[in-house]
């Protein structure tokens, strides 16, 4: 749209300067829009806000390096962190040792070092449940379980958390014991006790697996000596074998032969007994009687011929046991004798008289009379 011309006078228009205008011409109606602005006076409000930064990077310092929490550290590497400051590293131990006790079940003894550090919790997972971080802990904490070692003439053969668990691994064996026949009572023909030691968790066995170290077996040969009765049967179920796994441990005795055995001959009979030695024992029991005494009562009163049975004398009873020791299925050892009273005996009782009368001679009587007529 062209210029309107308000003053009536012609337009001119000012040629085009060579130099460029620093600010160009405005027209009336913005006259003033760029008007440079009087400087007022400084009043020290750069310095209040340089303050106020500084202020601001002293408070993000402090609230950065402030030390409000405590870093639980296991061997060097932080665990778990906890906000109360007033804890001590002799308590932290504590705690951690009661709880993994109350886990365990037995006395404890930590292998690794546990410390604490001061920290700032910013920026840090802190947890105000020391309980909690407690638990942490001990899953990240070493230690050794004081355990029960079960020794065999004093060699170490398994451990087991406790003393019961020792005791019920040693009964239960006995317990699975297959007492050759005729015989009862087992019990270790080996010298067995236990100890105490700090091990891994990891080397404490179940019972059940105590019980399978220890029921190990080995093979042993043995010779029988024939003796009237005997039949190669009965020698093969003594053994706990077959007759056919007997005939194959003695090839100089054949189907033919076998019902032919001589006796004091010698037969080689394998067996397969347990590791740790078991003794049991064949006892047999035998009732005899017990012989009555005969016991003498004096009467003074009655003449020496005097005799009278007050009471009958009886026999009583008594058992006799006698227990022979077998290691293995094996005798080893003498027989054992040991007696039961079962009817106590009645002893005889006899009276006899102990009176003698005084007899006086005729002479004494004569001198008598005649000092009497006198």
Known sequence: MPPVNRTNKPLRFKEKSSKPMIFPLQPDNMSGAYTKKKRRPSNG????????????????????????????????????????????????????????????????????????????????NVSRNTEQVIAQVCNSVGYKQEATTILVENKEMAIVSNVEKAREVLQ????????????????????????????????????????????????????????????FGMIASMAGMTEDELLAAN?????????KLQIGQK?????????????????????????YKTVTQENSSQPS??????????????EVATKTPYVNGEQIGDPVTSEKTIEEAVNRIIEVGTYTPRYTSS????????????
């Open 363 to 374: 002479d004494d009587t004569d001198e008598s009379d005649s000092s009497e007529d006198e």
């Open 45 to 124: 409000r750069p310095i209040i806000i340089l303050l106020a930064v500084l202020a601001a990077i002293g408070l993000i310092a402090y609230v950065a390096l402030y030390k409000n929490a405590l870093a639980i550290q296991v061997n060097g590497e932080t665990v778990g962190y906890i906000t109360d400051m007033d804890t001590t590293e002799q308590e932290l131990n504590s705690l951690i040792l009661a709880k993994l006790k109350e886990n365990a079940g037995n006395n404890l003894e930590i292998t690794d070092t546990i410390t604490l550090r001061p920290v700032n919790s910013l920026f840090r």
């Open 172 to 231: 239960t064996i006995l317990d699975n014991y297959q007492c050759p026949a005729g015989t009862s009572e087992p019990q270790f023909a080996v010298k067995i006790n236990t100890g105490s030691t700090f091990v891994d968790s990891e080397e404490v066995s179940t019972v059940e697996e105590a019980v399978k170290l220890l029921s190990t077996t080995k093979t042993v040969e043995r010779e029988h000596t024939v003796v009237s009765g005997d039949s």
């Open 251 to 259: 090839p100089s005795i054949t189907n033919e032969t076998k019902t």
């Open 267 to 291: 037969i080689k009979t394998i067996a397969t007994v347990p590791s740790l030695a078991i003794r049991t024992f064949k006892t047999t029991t035998e009732t005899k009687e017990i012989p």
């Open 305 to 318: 011929s005097y005799s009278r049975v007050i009471r009958e004398g009886k026999n009583g009873k008594k």
